[in-house]
């Protein structure tokens, strides 16, 4: 990992503290628009996963996901996720609020065994597909969903409008 972070680090890109329980490490180049996540933690990188794979707006738009090794010789070897992806900004705590009292409205439309909920619920966040589509990959993958943290999700700002993007939604 260091010989890939140090070379973030001589193209711009700066270390910024992360409280991340996983030990990843997030490296910033505002300049660039830019953000990589150094990551040893598997239920990330399936979410890097698909949303590196898709259009939704409401995942973050990845440029560049790589697995890489740490040889540690005879006693260790540890692979991680290089994922280089757009800056985002965090959500102010009131649109963190609302946008987790959504997802816990929409929660609370699931029963055990049905993967959709019997009526229609509002999209006002314009999650509400992606929001579905990782359910659905968490149950059949056996990923718990941790959706109900404001901390798991980020803004992009489109014509000054903060657009909600989901950043990391299982555990």
Known sequence: MSTDKEDYLRSGFVEIPTDSGTGSTVLVNRERGRVVKFSFDP?????????????????????????????????????????????????????????????????????PGNSRPEEPHDDRFGILKSFDELLAFAVSNRLGLDLVKASNYMGRLVDGITQVVITDPFN
Request: aromatic share 12%; glycine share 2%.
């Open 43 to 111: 239920a990330y990188d399936r979410f890097a996963e698909i949303a590196h794979a898709s259009p939704r707006a409401a995942f973050p738009r990845i440029y560049e996901r790589r697995q890489a090794t740490i040889d540690n010789g005879p006693i260790a070897t540890f692979d991680f996720l290089i994922v280089e992806m757009e800056l985002l900004v965090p959500l102010d705590p009131s649109q963190g609020d609302a946008v987790v009292a959504w997802t816990r409205e929409r929660l609370a439309r699931f029963t």
